[in-house]
Structures are given as structure tokens and as C-alpha cells.
């Protein structure tokens, strides 16, 4: 069965200012947030770990995540 995956708790705090977010892969860990998407990608590319790129929305509107391919 398929687990289902609630990022309500993590992105809230992200969400009320629209940024983008770059999550570690299992999506358990905010590892750069900006307002600019360019930015959020560079920084977590630093990290040099795979990551799941969201704009963090208040209404969850087009959800669509972007894996990094690092």
C-alpha cells in the first residue's frame, strides 16, 4: 500500500510566505528556502545531496515537486 506523505507541518512556516523549498529526498528536512527559486536551488545544491524542490503554497496549489538531481 502506498504511504501517503503530509508535508503540512513542515512547510506552514514556508507556506505564509510563498517560498520555495528544497526538502531532503525522504522529505523530512528543509535544506534552503527563498523567495527566489534560482536561490533556493543554488543553496541547496551546497549541500551537495539529493533534494525535492516545492513551492511552498498556503492553499497547496500546484503541487509539483522538482528532484534534484545532485
Known sequence: MEKKLNLTKILLPYAKKKLW???TKD??????????LKKTIEEAEKKKKPFVLIQAL?????FVPFIGKK
Open 21 to 23: 523549498v528544497a526538502l
Open 58 to 62: 498556503p492553499d497547496y496549489s500546484g
Open 27 to 36: 522529505y523530512k528536512k528543509v535544506i534552503a528556502a527563498e523567495r527566489d
